[in-house]
């Protein structure tokens, strides 16, 4: 009998992020072609949210396939954000996309020889902002239906993060 | 089949030059010791700056209006050079910057019946220290992010409104019992 698909996940790590961050901006898209603006953008928080997370998490060191726990990886990075100076605040805490750009930018501007230049740190946290002031988990349990320019701003700055996330 | 590139659209960009001359304004009154906006600037050991702007001005601009304006502010006041060691630049309301746990002390008003100011001069002098309106319908709050700046408005307030002295306290967040346990 094959295994139920809760019991074929993988546990969290950097490579399972990255692939399901590819996996949900698919499923984003197809949800747009066929006109679910809301749902693709609940889609493509995601697929940031992930491509953040496991970029923090790789440039920290983490291995590709290491178990990611939130007591051990993903608290850690908040209370880190927070003692650099990233305005975190704690509702939804471990899904803001602004705040996972805003750290990563900012644990690399104070790792020796790390910073991003400054036009590509820029868009690191540009498009971390607008996703964080259009997307939240929370969308799901709303019925409100996206404008046609917000499923666009969403789009282009997930798809910016996946297109680049070799270099973030 | 034809070959087409394009670069992402800009969003248009709502007037911020307004912000921005004030912001530079701000930045080359170097002896200012009060009044918003609140700038925080970290200087990393590798040379790169991490700048806040605590600025309720904000309230209207997104969060990336508020960065460009920031950056062009910086670049104007200090130059090129130095608006590219900044790595972050951030842009909060004061609510904001307060929800996201940034200004924990308070300075307020523990007025009294019989108290030599009234409250609507205390409200007053809050404003004028740089207290912010956006908390709700008639709530002034004036917050700070360390005991130190707020002792120092403490002194500014008791100066202003002589007699005062015993009006004034200072409250600190405590946050709640997740947020101790999850430090």
Not at chain 1, 29 to 52: C, D, F, K, N, P
Not at chain 2, 23 to 28: S, T
Not at chain 2, 154 to 180: F, H, K, M
Request: proline share 5%; hydrophobic share 40%; net charge negative.
């Amino acid at each position: 009998m094959p295994k139920r698909l809760l019991d074929r996940c993988q546990p969290d790590s950097i490579r399972e992020f990255r692939a399901a961050a590819r996996q949900r901006f698919d499923d984003g898209l197809a949800l747009s072609v066929a006109g679910q603006r809301t749902g693709a953008i609940y889609l493509w928080g995601y697929t940031a949210e992930m491509t953040l997370r496991a970029a923090y998490l790789s440039f920290i060191g983490l291995g590709e396939t290491t178990p990611i726990t939130q007591k051990e990886h993903l608290r850690p990075a908040v209370n880190q954000g927070r003692l650099l100076g990233v305005a975190w605040p704690p509702q939804g805490e471990f899904h803001n996309v602004r705040a996972w750009a805003e750290l990563l930018v900012t644990q690399r501007a104070s790792t020796p020889d790390a910073a991003y230049s400054p036009s590509f740190g820029g868009d690191v946290q540009r498009y971390g902002q607008r996703i964080g002031e259009l997307w939240r988990e929370f969308l799901r349990y709303h019925r409100n239906y996206a404008y046609a320019f917000e499923v666009r701003q969403v789009r282009e700055a997930a798809e910016w993060f996946l297109v680049n996330s070799h270099a973030l | 089949m034809p070959r087409k590139q394009r670069t992402f659209e800009e969003s248009p960009r709502p007037e911020t030059n307004a912000l921005v001359t004030r912001l530079v304004e701000e930045l080359q009154q170097k002896d200012k010791e009060s009044g918003q906006p609140l700038i925080y600037e970290e200087l990393f050991p590798t040379g790169k700056i991490r700048v806040v702007v605590i600025w309720d001005e904000w309230d209207r601009l997104s969060l990336e209006d508020r960065t460009a304006a920031i950056l062009q502010a910086y670049e104007r006041a200090e130059g090129r050079t130095y608006r590219d060691k900044i790595a972050l630049a951030s842009g909060l309301t004061v609510p904001e910057a307060h929800a996201a746990g940034m200004l924990p002390f308070e300075v307020l008003p523990a007025w009294r019946t019989g108290d030599p100011v009234t409250l609507e001069q205390c409200r007053q002098a809050m404003v004028e220290e740089g207290a912010s309106k956006l908390f709700g319908p008639d709530i002034v709050q004036l917050r700070f992010a360390t005991r130190e700046e707020a002792e120092d408005a403490r002194g500014r307030l008791v100066s202003s409104l002589p007699g005062s002295d015993q009006v004034w306290t200072i409250a600190q967040d405590v946050g709640s019992v997740e947020e101790w346990s999850n430090r």
